[in-house]
Nanobody, 109 residues
Framework: QVQLVESGGGLVQPGGSLRLSCAAS?????MAWYRQAPGKQRELVAT???????NYADSVKGRFTISRDNAKNTVYLQMNSLKPEDTAVYYC??????WGQGTQVTVSS
């Protein structure tokens, strides 16, 4: 079973940027990023198909970009113009029940 490892989270000021990475131990197909803020349900942030087609939650459209490097079995989430409400643990998943351990993103001044 493929394993997923996220990295790249941290503390950033409002308006700043971060790039998250999700490295897989094997071949990846359609992938997604989710996030979960304290006291809230996990929500879908973005998806990307094997061919590179993408979809985004309305709350991140125009600010976040999901991408992939199939040669490296890695998916990325570029996050720009970050807001305090983007604070959450971010998870990647292969949409077949495999999840990473999550990486914390905190947006605060």
């Amino acid at each position: 079973q493929v394993q997923l490892v996220e990295s790249g989270g941290g503390l950033v000021q409002p308006g700043g940027s971060l790039r998250l990475s999700c490295a897989a131990s094997g071949t990846i197909y359609k992938m997604a990023w989710y996030r979960q803020a304290p006291g809230k349900q996990r929500e879908l942030v973005a998806t990307i198909t094997s061919g590179g087609s993408t979809n985004y939650a309305d709350s991140v459209k125009g600010r976040f970009t999901i991408s992939r490097d199939n040669a490296k079995n890695t998916v990325y989430l570029q996050m720009n113009s970050l807001k305090p409400e983007d604070t959450a643990v971010y998870y990647c998943t292969n949409l077949f029940g495999v999840w990473g351990q999550g990486t914390q993103v905190t947006v605060s001044s």
